[in-house]
């Protein structure tokens, strides 16, 4: 159970902490990231919140080589703990991995379009304002997609998409346009060199999936 419920948190996000909401040193961390604005947040995981604390730091221990928190990830890769991610924030080698990944827009570096067929993100179009909150969970039952996507608001009428895979992204540019709650979207392939995305972005944030609408009640 651990394993899987690790291995399943891991592909939330391009860079994924495991903490505790009582460590100084995971405060540390999440302190840094947030001077960072990172288009595509982090992906945190309270392990004292997890009624399997112990069973989730086992795991992480056969995993990483060690049990304490924070241990963080970029990419579905152990980084190490506070010391050894702000030694890599400080060497410049944490963003280098972040934009491999991801948390920058794109799942490789490489600015040329035909990077958009390995890239994890899309662009949407078309967004009517107040409108990308409610896309997230719609967009995974209608691709069936393996995770729910990520939006990242960029305007009034377009968005970021990270999702959970390059499979799934397939999907998403494949369909080309979705209509999502009576909204027509447009789906983009996206790369580096797709849309510039500000390295701060201050009115972003990252959209809460909607909740799945409730069955009608029978007559």
């Given amino acids: 159970m651990a394993a899987a ?22 405060t540390q961390v999440k302190d840094m990231l947030a001077t960072m604005a ?9 392990v004292n919140q997890q009624d ?34 702000m030694a890599a924030k400080a060497s410049g080698e944490f963003e280098a991995a972040l934009k491999a990944a991801g948390a920058y ?30 896309l997230a969970y719609q967009m995974k039952e209608a691709l069936s997609l393996d995770a729910t996507p990520l939006l990242v608001k960029i305007s009034e009428s377009s968005a970021i998409c990270y999702l959970g895979s390059v499979a ?3 999907k998403a540019v494949t369909a080309g346009a979705l209509t999502l709650f ?12 797709g849309v510039v995305v500000p390295s701060v972005l201050p009115s972003a944030r990252p959209m809460t999936p909607a909740a799945k609408p409730a069955a009608a009640a029978g007559g």
């Fill in 52 to 85: 399997n604390m112990s069973e989730l730091q086992d795991r992480l221990l056969e995993m990483t080589g060690g049990r304490s928190v924070p241990r963080v990830f970029v990419g579905g890769k152990f980084i190490g703990g506070c010391d050894d991610t």
């Fill in 105 to 134: 827009g794109a799942a490789s570096g490489g600015g040329d379009a035909a990077d958009a067929a390995d890239s994890t993100m899309v662009l949407l179009e078309q967004l009517p304002a107040n409108t990308a909150h409610t």
């Fill in 168 to 170: 799934d992204a397939a």
């Fill in 5 to 26: 419920f690790i291995d399943a948190e891991l592909t939330k996000a391009p860079l994924v902490i495991f903490s505790k909401t009582t460590c100084g040193y995971c």
């Fill in 182 to 193: 009576q909204v027509a979207v447009a789906v983009k392939a996206y790369s580096d060199g």
């Fill in 38 to 46: 990172l288009p595509v947040p982090a992906h945190i995981v309270e």
